[in-house]
């Protein structure tokens, strides 16, 4: 994959999935149940088998509709850290700096944005003295300062996109 | 977006199995028919532990579900406004808990300000299939916000340079 996948939104066609394929990308954001034959379970209450559901799951992630299907976790809990940070990139070195970011394990994922500031991504670390170190060894590796915006107060986390 | 941020009432303490069932799962679980089965095998331990163990960590938060995570382009929310606003200090928290409220901001945090590039201090990320979407979207959180908003812009993302969402390392 290349450091910078370049996907236009506005030239992206609107997708189409079948009614059996939104079931399962509506109903597996929310999660799978905690519980034996987990699959099975979900495709009773979808009306479809098992099989079934595994099959268009695995369609779903190799189509990379879905980005991955597995535990999400949560940094703070894990004893680790999070922040957002941001940095401002010359368009001439916007590749080389993405690819020397994205190098970085800890870099969880990283958005270009159409801002002065052009480059946002989250870290996420073990613990919370590795989020300094990691910006340090960011601001070094590439020569541009980062700006970190860690949450100083949290209003709201949801995040479902029905289809 | 996989990740989400601490209630941090009381830390979790991963042990040795918790933390092999997550290098073990991180980039997905198995897909057949009894994962934990599968799991369990690998690691040496009973489906009903390897679950068991699951539910343990869901429950204490470190896992926030098992689920699916969408690339929401690829849905068809291709337009993802991360909306940031410069509010008076004085009213922060107050505006902060009514516009996360709205039923269509999907995160809402206070960050600091970093004068003199960034004047904002509250974030509100909003999705929509278009630019109106969006737009439609942000000035329903302008007027949430009245005077205590002295500014704010939208930025939209144009391109995905990396989602692979929280990762243990292996040492």
Redesign the interface.
Known sequence: MSAVTERQPELQATPQFTDAEKAVINRLQVGLPLVHAPFAAVAGELGMTEEALLQILQDLLNRRILTRFGPMFHAGEMGGALTLAAMRIPEQDYETVTRKVNGFDEVAHNYRREHELNMWFVLATETPEDIARVIAGIESVTGYPVYNMPKQEEFHVHLHFPV | ????????DQ????CALDRKL?LA?????P??????ATLGKELGLS?DEV?AR??R??D?????????????????????G?TVWNIRDDA??DM??Q???LPF????????R?LP??HYNL?AMV?G?SREEVEDKASQIKAVLGDTCEGH?I???????????????KS
């Open positions: 977006m996989s990740i989400s941020t601490s209630r941090s830390d979790y303490v991963l997550i799962t991180q980039s997905g679980l897909l057949v028919p009894d994962p934990w489906a679950l699951f539910q960590m869901q204490a938060g470190v896992i926030r579900r098992v689920a699916a995570v969408p690339d929401h382009y690829r849905l068809g929310y291709r337009f993802n991360m922060i928290s902060g808990r516009v996360g409220e901001v999907s995160h809402c945090y206070r960050r600091p970093h590039y960034w974030f999705h299939t812009t930025l939209y993302s144009s391109a995905i340079l990396k989602k692979t969402g929280l990762r243990l390392r």
